[in-house]
């Protein structure tokens, strides 16, 4: 069975730390591009980060310098360090597989409050 699982969301406070990890299962994520998105109530599904085949990565302006995406294909898993988190990174975070077939996750929360 093709599937993501997310996890490591939760509660954290401003200027705080989170790590997401996405591991893949059924297939092998080597040769997909990850992405990681999140949503809020009311609002579209944003793209967050992304890291290609080639471990080339792009960022949302608003996570850059504060969110780093890396892959361990060893492992089939992706990972989302999450540094100096703000109120508004308060979000579902999804984890994305696009490839020969595209796969997401069921989401993890993340809240960002004092």
């Known amino acids: 069975q093709v599937q993501l699982v997310e996890s490591g969301g939760g509660l954290v406070q401003p200027g705080g730390s989170l790590r997401l990890s996405c591991a893949a299962s059924?297939?092998?994520?080597?040769?997909?591009?990850m992405s990681w998105y999140r949503q809020v109530p009311g609002k579209e599904r944003e793209l967050v980060a992304r890291?290609?085949?080639?471990?080339?990565?792009d960022y949302a302006d608003s996570v850059k310098g504060r969110f780093t995406i890396s892959r361990d294909n060893a492992k089939n898993t992706v990972y989302l360090q999450m540094n100096s988190l703000k109120p508004e990174d308060t979000g579902v975070y999804y984890c994305?597989?696009?490839?020969?077939?595209?796969?997401w996750g069921q989401g993890t929360q993340v809240t960002v409050s004092s």
């Open positions: 994305n597989a696009a490839g020969r077939v595209l796969v």
């Open positions: 890291v290609r085949a080639d471990a080339a990565t």
């Open positions: 059924g297939f092998t994520s080597r040769a997909y591009v």
